[in-house]
Structures are given as structure tokens and as C-alpha cells.
């Protein structure tokens, strides 16, 4: 990798350490609290539980957190016999999870470290399944991470992350974030977020679900399942149009029907959730 990339690599970093340092508090809390926010969290971690439940993982089978956050991906992770290794960029998260861990009684199942999902400290083939929860958003470029992940795979290995989606139901009636006007060509659009979207360090980024979909297959990854998780909060200027309570009972309706299989909801969630297999050689040769 060039120096110039390496450096703008590592000043981003630092700038995305920072805001989740400051944002720490929060992601403990999320899980724990009623809210709409909170219930689409707490939804996707059940989601990807269930998912992980499915795969049948034998007792002790390792698995990696990555961007283990608050921990409670974790906790529940070691919950089902698994043996857990936790990393986390932030030295706020890594103390979180394995004080969640402790709390837990699951701590002599996870090993917790501070670490770089562009360079995971673990040799090619080492876990059965990787999570990735909330990771891929706030990265330049989703080739490098999903590379290093897919390295440490296990043939026939798992891989279950998420991605924030491009084209997201919530966001239809709103000219800052709508994707017909996010086009650098559209000058409106450009004109009203400079002077009316909040400022950040850093920001999420969207991902189109094609453009995804084919970086899984890129890096020799097969899709084998996939949920949206999220609708809400409905906004017009950045400001919610929906009272509190109504938005969550409508993300809860619409939450409901997606995961029904809905063809006019299953990917206009907020994020989408897959769940990637890496192919073993007993595959390709079936």
C-alpha cells in the first residue's frame, strides 16, 4: 500500500477511534434500553444470533468479534460454547467487553484485544465464523477489510457482517439524504446538505447492495442468507416527522413484514445483515 494511502488510513482511524471513544456510553446502553434506535439494534443482534444458532457450530468452534464494540455480540456469542476472540480498535471498547464478559460468567471463554480489522493478528484459516457488526460502514473501502476477514476463515468458515444500505425506505422524504439527490451532479441536493446536515469528523457510509454483493463474490465468498434491519427514524431536514412512539411501532410493523420476506421491504432497511460462506474444497469439487 502506498505511504499516501497508508497515512490517510491511519488519520482516519484515529478520527473514527476518537468518535467511538467519546460514543462509548451509548453503545452499552443501547441493548439495555426501549427506543427506536435501541430496537433496531437489539433486532439485529437477534437476527444475527439466530443466524449464528442455524450454522450449528461445534462446542468450542472459535469465532472472531470484530469491532467487538460494548461487547454484547460477544457475551452472547460465549453463551453459545463458542470460544471467542473479541478485538476492538478503542481501547473504551476493549475494557467494556471484557467487563460485560466478567460480568457474565463467560470471561474464561473470550480473549479480548486492541486491534486493526486491515490487520488482523491472527494466521490464514483460524476461525470457524467472523462477525463483523456495524464495521464495514465507517471504512474507506470495503475490499480490505472483507480481504483480511476472508484470510482468517477456515475453509468452509463463515463470515456474517453488515453493511449500511444505499437506497433505505427511511429516507424517501428527506432532500438531505435521499439518493436521488445525494449525486454529486445535483446541485440542489449538494447546496442543502453544505448548509443544513450536521458535521461530523466522521460518517457512516452507504453501500449499494449489488456493488456489496459483488465484493462478497470478488473475495471467493458465497451469499447464503441475508435480513434488513431498520426503519426509522423517518426525518424531512434532519428533523423526525414522527412522534417517539409511533415511530417505533411502525419500525416494529415494517421490521415484522421484512422479516416475513416482504418483496417491497426485504432490502430497503437501514442495514442489511448477510451471512457469506467461504467455500471449502469438498464444495468445489461438488
Known sequence: MPDVNRSSLA?????LDAYFHEE???WGAIYEREGLFESIYQERLRLTLAMVDQLRLPYNARVLDVGCGAGIATVGL????????AIDSVP???QATRKRAAAACVEARVAVQEGDVHALPFPDGTFALVVALGVLPWLPKLEPPLREMNRILQPGGHL?????????LRQLFDPLKNPLLLGPQNFVGSFLRSRLAPRHGVRAKVTRLHEFKR???????ELQSSHTVGFGPFTFFNRQILPPSVGLRLNRKLQSMANRDSPALRSSGSQFLVLAKKPSSSDYKA
Not at 78 to 85: M, P, S
Not at 215 to 221: D, P, S, T
Open 24 to 26: 462509548s456510553p451509548f
Open 78 to 85: 460465549a453463551r453459545r460454547a463458542l470460544t471467542i476472540d
Open 160 to 168: 456474517i457482517v453488515t453493511v449500511d444500505t444505499y437506497w433505505q
Open 11 to 15: 488519520a482516519h482511524q484515529r478520527m
Open 92 to 94: 473504551a471498547m476493549t
Open 215 to 221: 465484493e462478497l463474490a470478488a473475495q471467493g465468498l
